[in-house]
């Protein structure tokens, strides 16, 4: 165990190599309130010759779900870098008895887990480069939280970002007043399941899901609210509005998507979570320089896809931070 300006490393669930810190974030009316930062460090040799040396990655994950891609990590710290993926307040390893699932009513909130995790990286005060790491939820709060910390990161890499709704914009526009009237009277109500479960399947047909401690990552994901609902749809209005992380950006997204309705062997080789064509059209206004690779044969989540595409996305994520210079 390890000890460092309040920040307590002790063994995480994913065994040697991975290490895990509670950061305590106060209270809410659901009691107390905690992220989870999970590091994985490079060989000593590594960190003193790696060609990322000096990267800091943190890696945060998307809905209904939590940090288990150890094979990500091993891409970052094999090159030198060091790996840091957050488990956001009510998700995964920061999950506490009582708590709605990932509910929040604003994703501004999250930006107390990710100034905790920051701290604990020590990163600014080391000067090294920070490279942001997000999938799909997680890839929509990361880019909101870099427009409002311009500066901060030297590059942003989105795994499928959630950065549009999928009903497309029109659809956006049109349920956001029926959203927002309902989260503001009744901001914990129930939505009907639209989660059938056909995306876990496709993971575990492809064999590239591990086991989930008991209600981590269920089969059809976490029961949502309106307030939540609203939060996500405003996020998405700030990205159709244009903003800027201020760095440049990396968005790997599938070839194609699929319908979630109804079990396609497709759901194997393509997203059946978002619709990767409005994601697409989404992403070019986040950046002034946006590289967007379509992955053929990709997943949801790019790096949890069957071998030839998750070899393909690793190498673009490769070639992309090596041609960004110091």
């Known amino acids: 165990m390890e000890r460092r300006d309040e920040v307590t490393w002790e063994p995480d669930l994913l065994g040697p190599g991975f290490e ?3 950061l305590p974030l106060g209270a809410d009316d659901e009691g107390d309130v905690v992220a989870t930062v999970v590091r994985a460090m490079p ?3 590594l ?4 060609p990322w040396r000096d990267v800091d990655v943190l890696y945060v994950h998307g809905w209904s779900d939590y940090f288990f ?4 990590a091993r891409i970052f710290t094999d090159r030198g870098a060091r790996f840091y993926a957050l488990d956001l307040r009510k998700y995964g390893r920061s999950i506490r008895p009582g708590q709605a699932r990932g509910y ?3 994703l501004d909130v999250y930006d107390e887990d990710i100034a905790a995790a920051l701290a604990a990286m020590d990163t600014e005060r080391q000067g090294r480069r920070l490279v942001l790491l997000g999938h799909s939820t997680g890839g929509l709060t990361l880019t909101l939280w870099a427009a409002r910390h311009p500066g901060r990161a030297a590059a942003v890499i989105l795994n499928s970002p959630w950065l549009e709704f999928q ?5 956006r526009q049109a349920v956001a007043p029926l959203v927002e009237v309902r989260a503001r009277f009744d901001p914990r109500g129930a939505h009907p399941a639209v989660d059938f479960g056909f995306y876990t399947a496709a993971q575990r047909r492809l064999g590239t899901l591990p086991p989930a401690p008991d209600g981590w990552r ?5 029961p949502t609210h309106p307030a939540w609902l609203a939060a996500i749809i405003a996020g998405h209005a700030r990205i159709a509005a244009g903003v800027d992380v201020g760095c440049p950006t990396l968005v790997l997204l599938s070839a194609r998507s699929t319908s979630p309705l109804r079990w396609n062997d497709a759901m194997t080789s393509t997203d059946s979570v978002l619709v990767v064509d409005d994601i697409a059209r989404a992403a070019t206004r986040i950046a002034a320089t946006v590289t967007i690779a379509r992955i053929d044969g990709a997943i949801h989540d790019v790096f949890l896809s069957a071998e030839p595409a998750r070899a393909e996305a690793g190498a673009a994520l490769v070639s992309f931070l090596t041609g960004l210079a110091r």
Do not use: I, M, Y
Not at 69 to 72: C, E, H, I, V
Not at 167 to 171: E, F, I, K, V
Not at 218 to 222: D, E, K, Q, V, Y
């Open 167 to 171: 009903l497309g914009p029109l659809g």
């Open 104 to 106: 929040v009513t604003s």
């Open 20 to 22: 895990q810190a509670t």
């Open 43 to 45: 060989h000593p040799g």
């Open 218 to 222: 269920p089969a059809r994901g976490f």
């Open 47 to 50: 960190r003193l010759f790696g």
């Open 69 to 72: 891609q150890t094979d990500l």
